[in-house]
């Protein structure tokens, strides 16, 4: 009867270490660094129409992703 019991507490046990692990790996990206991304363009952002794109597109990238792109 010991000896069943004891089975089911290491089980338990090692259950609860595999859990822990999986857990660690899972939070892992959370902490992730952030990243800048940059947009690769051909002419001057000071022509008409040209700076503006790539604004709009930030804010609404920064809309969209709540603030975490």
Known sequence: MENNMEKKIYKKLVASAAFLILLSFIAGPVHAKKV???????????????GETIKWLGDRTDTLSGGTV
């Not at 800048?36 to 040209?50: D, N, R, S």
Request: hydrophobic share 60%; no cysteine.
């Open 36 to 50: 800048l991304l940059k947009v690769p363009i051909a002419f001057a952002t000071k022509l008409p129409g040209l």
